[in-house]
């Protein structure tokens, strides 16, 4: 079992950057995918990027790339979301999440997961 602790959320116009960090404790990290969702007052949880095992792949929704930077540094068990360019749309309460395998994209392959920390990007 992994435990998953997001932080770096906060409020930010639009425009600005935020970095969230997620620490992981408890299961071999290196080993495994790592993903960011978001989930917006009510809508779905979506996707929005993924970093395979050793940082080798990558993978974003289309709707952050070019903004969006995850990367991951396995010595310290943890994963990180740089977020620049923020939109108003970006507003959303960001999971982090560690997946069953050393690659995927898949929602279904993250099982463990985050209590998740509130970005707002104000107009």
């Known amino acids: 079992q992994v435990q998953l602790v997001e932080s770096g959320g906060g409020l930010v116009q639009a425009g600005g950057s935020l970095r969230l960090s997620c620490a992981a404790s408890g299961r071999t990290f290196s080993s495994y995918a790592m993903g960011w969702f978001r989930q917006a007052p009510g809508k779905e949880r979506e996707f929005v990027a993924a970093i395979g095992w050793n940082g080798g792949l990558t993978h974003y929704a289309d709707s952050v790339k070019g903004r969006f930077t995850i990367s991951r540094d396995n010595a310290k068990n943890m994963v990180y979301l740089q977020m620049n360019s923020l939109k108003p749309e970006d507003t959303a309460v960001y999971y982090c999440?560690?997946?069953?395998?050393?690659?995927?994209?898949?929602?279904?392959?993250?099982?463990?997961w985050g209590q998740g920390t509130q970005v707002t990007v104000s107009s």
């Open positions: 999440a560690q997946a069953n395998r050393g690659n995927s994209d898949y929602e279904a392959d993250f099982g463990s």
